[in-house]
């Protein structure tokens, strides 16, 4: 009995300890879930379908790079090929968080990857690290995750319903491209990631005329080779 | 219809990524080459769509046209470096849009 009880103060306190890392996070992700949303609507896309979508695929740049290369009638796979792309970064995250959820049942490792996104591996993973009780990480983690569910949900959805009203002659399609530069720049940090991107950019711009869009794809796999070869060259 | 194709193909891809190696735990070894490759997936990727975002707003022969989007886009590159923060990027970004624009338009006027 008392142990129960213990127990479960435990994962009460874990998780609650979660929340709490991930709240002043809230104060960047909030206003940028807001903008994100009203890029979305500058898609021609119903905030209706818009949230489904989110909670479907829960990756507001994927969803953006599907959503403007389907407005541009781009074949099914190049825009599926591309969107992903923009989401192989999670598996970075995915390798580093196993060693830490291997204990647990494949259905709470599934709900854990659903709800996987940078801001919540960034506030767990230190807590995993160092931890002292064992094995009860995950319930932080979980604490932390699905308090950016719903923050990115529901300042996603609120941007959506306040996007379709605003004066089409502002320019919002335009807060799609910053939206993507804001999430890009902070990626630079070495001559390696700043070769990557300048040279996955430069490629875009010189690839632009290939067929349906897969210039993009392209470019950003130069990228990906380039930064490897600066990061190998700067080691040796 | 084709869009919720795309869509649950996403979300079904999305989760698979995410779930891949903690799925896994154990039974797959991911090559070094690709765990590096890995890192500068982000940098690559989103440089790239930002590029080719940015090519639908270059109109060749019109400047003011371009000026404003490119001004702005590079001003907020440099407050997204400075910053690191999303939401900031993209108002700094908007407001040199729209002042860029008023300015040109006055400029144009007079």
Redesign the interface.
Request: net charge positive; hydrophobic share 60%; charged share 5%.
């Given at each position: 009995m008392e142990s129960a009880k213990n127990e479960r103060l435990i994962i009460l306190r874990e998780f609650t300890s979660g929340v709490k890392a991930l709240l002043p996070i809230l104060l960047?992700v909030i206003?940028?879930g807001l903008?994100t949303g009203i890029a979305v609507t500058q898609t021609h896309i119903t905030p209706q379908d818009g949230f489904i979508?989110s909670i479907?695929?829960?990756?507001g740049?994927?969803?953006l790079?599907?959503l403007?290369l389907?407005q541009a009638n781009t074949p099914?796979v190049v825009?599926?090929i591309?969107?992903?792309?923009?989401?192989?970064?999670?598996?970075?995250?995915?390798?580093s968080?196993?060693?830490y959820?291997?204990h647990l049942p494949?259905r709470w490792?599934?709900l854990?990857?659903?709800l996987?996104s940078d801001q919540a591996y960034a506030v767990s993973i230190s807590n995993f690290e160092n931890h002292t009780v064992p094995q009860r990480g995950h319930w932080h983690f979980l604490g932390a995750a699905l308090t950016m569910w719903v923050a990115w949900q529901g300042s996603l959805l609120i941007g959506m319903v306040v996007g379709i009203s605003l004066p089409k002659d502002?320019?919002?399609d335009?807060?799609?491209?910053?939206?993507?530069?804001?999430?890009?720049?902070?990626?630079?940090r070495d001559k390696?990631?700043?070769t990557?991107?300048?040279?996955?950019?430069?490629?875009?711009?010189l690839l632009?005329n290939m067929p349906y869009?897969t210039?993009?794809?392209i470019?950003?796999?130069?990228?990906?080779?380039l930064?490897?070869l600066v990061?190998r060259s700067n080691s040796i | 219809m084709?869009?919720w194709?795309?869509?649950?193909?996403?979300?079904i891809?999305?989760?698979l990524?995410?779930?891949?190696?903690?799925?896994?735990?154990?039974k797959v070894n991911?090559p070094k080459?690709v765990?590096?490759?890995?890192?500068?997936?982000?940098?690559?990727?989103?440089?790239?769509?930002?590029?080719?975002?940015?090519?639908a707003?270059a109109r060749p022969g019109s400047f003011t046209l371009d000026i404003p989007?490119f001004g702005?886009?590079i001003i907020?590159?440099g407050v997204?470096?400075k910053t690191?923060?999303?939401?900031l990027?993209?108002?700094v970004?908007?407001i040199l849009?729209?002042v860029f624009?008023n300015v040109l338009g006055w400029l144009a006027a007079g």
């Open positions: 960047g206003p940028f903008t979508m479907l695929v829960y990756s740049a994927a969803l790079v599907a403007q389907i099914v825009t599926i591309s969107a992903l792309m923009v989401n192989l970064r999670f598996l970075m995250y995915s390798i968080l196993s060693p959820l291997k494949q490792r599934a854990l990857a659903y996987l502002w320019s919002l335009f807060t799609i491209p910053l939206t993507f530069l804001a999430l890009a720049v902070p990626n630079i390696a990631t700043g990557a991107a300048l040279s996955a950019g430069v490629m875009t711009v632009n869009k210039g993009t794809v470019a950003a796999i130069v990228g990906i080779g930064g490897v990061e | 084709t869009t194709v795309i869509m649950i193909a996403l979300g891809g999305t989760f990524i995410r779930y891949s190696m903690i799925g896994l735990t154990g991911l080459v765990v590096r490759a890995i890192r500068f997936i982000p940098a690559s990727m989103l440089s790239a769509v930002v590029a080719s975002q940015m090519l707003y989007y702005a886009a907020a590159g997204a470096w690191r923060n999303a939401f990027t993209v108002l970004g908007m849009l729209w624009r």
